[in-house]
C-alpha cells in the first residue's frame, strides 16, 4: 500500500494538518518534516524520498505542494497521487523575492512576531481572520517554527524551481485545490497547475484563503476522502 505524506507550508508542522490526521486516520498519513530539515525545495524533495521508502501519494500545501511536485520530478514512479493545496508552480517573482528579503532581514533582527501577524490577513478568509481561536493555533505553530526556519525556507522558496516545466509529464492522478479568496497563491496558479498536469481535477473551495486545512476542513477533508478512495489499489 502506497504511504499517504502529508507535507506542510512553510514554518508549518502537524499542527496545521490537526483535521486531516483525524479525519484521514484510516488511511494512516504520516506528516513529514523534510521542508524543516533540509536547504532547498530540491534537497526538502530528495530528503522525503530517502526518508519514505516505496510508493507515496503526497498531499501538499503551499511550500508542501512545491516540494510535492519536486518528489514528482525526482522520482515520477514512486509518486501514485499527487494532492496540491494553495501552491504555485511558478518560479519567484521580482516583487515576491523583495517581500520575502524584507522579511528576512527583520528575521535576522529577531522581529518576528511583527511580521507573523500582520500576515494573518493574507492568509484567511476575512471571516476565518475573525476567529481567534484559529488564529491563535497558526500563530502558535508558525512563532513556534521560530527566526531560523522562517528564514531558511523563505530562501528555499526564493530559490524554488519552475515545477511547469516538468507537470505536463506528470501521470498520475492529480487534485489541485485552492481557496477561492487566497491572496499569497490565488486561484489563478491552481488552475495553471490544474491546466498543465493531464486529467487534473481542479476543487475552489468557496470563502476561503490560503490555509485550506484550518480555513474549511469539513471540505478539504471529504474532497481528499473521495480522491482518495478512488485511487487505483
Known amino acids: ?35 524543516s530539515t533540509h536547504a532547498s525545495i530540491e534537497a526538502m524533495a530528495a530528503g522525503l524520498l530517502a526518508q519514505h521508502a516505496g510508493d507515496l501519494v503526497l498531499c501538499g500545501a503551499s511550500m508542501g505542494g512545491m516540494i510535492a511536485m519536486e518528489v514528482a520530478r525526482q522520482a515520477p514512479s514512486r509518486v501514485l497521487g499527487l494532492a496540491l493545496l494553495g501552491t504555485n508552480a511558478r518560479p519567484e517573482t521580482d516583487d515576491m523575492r523583495k517581500l520575502r528579503e524584507d522579511a528576512i532581514a527583520l528575521f535576522e533582527q529577531g522581529r518576528v512576531e511583527e511580521v507573523i501577524r500582520p500576515n494573518v490577513a493574507f492568509a484567511f478568509h476575512p471571516q476565518q481572520a475573525a476567529d481567534m481561536t484559529l488564529v491563535t493555533a497558526y500563530l502558535d505553530f508558525v512563532l513556534d517554527a521560530g ?43 491552481a488552475e495553471e ?41
Open 1 to 35: 500500500m502506497a504511504q499517504l505524506i502529508l507535507i506542510p507550508g512553510l514554518a508549518g508542522d502537524a499542527r496545521m494538518w490537526r483535521a486531516q490526521l483525524e479525519s484521514l486516520a484510516d488511511f494512516r498519513p504520516v506528516v513529514t518534516d523534510a521542508g
Open 193 to 233: 497547475i490544474a491546466a498543465l498536469v493531464p486529467g487534473a481535477r481542479l476543487v475552489m473551495v468557496p470563502q476561503c484563503g490560503h490555509m485550506l486545512t484550518m480555513e474549511q476542513p469539513e471540505i478539504v477533508n471529504a474532497t481528499l476522502r473521495a480522491w482518495l478512495a478512488a485511487l487505483p489499489a
Open 147 to 189: 527566526a531560523k526556519a522562517l528564514i531558511d525556507q523563505n530562501h528555499a522558496v526564493i530559490a524554488r524551481p519552475d515545477a511547469r516545466l516538468h507537470l505536463a509529464s506528470v501521470r498520475c492522478p492529480t487534485l489541485v485545490m485552492c481557496g477561492d479568496s487566497d491572496m499569497l497563491t490565488p486561484p489563478e496558479c
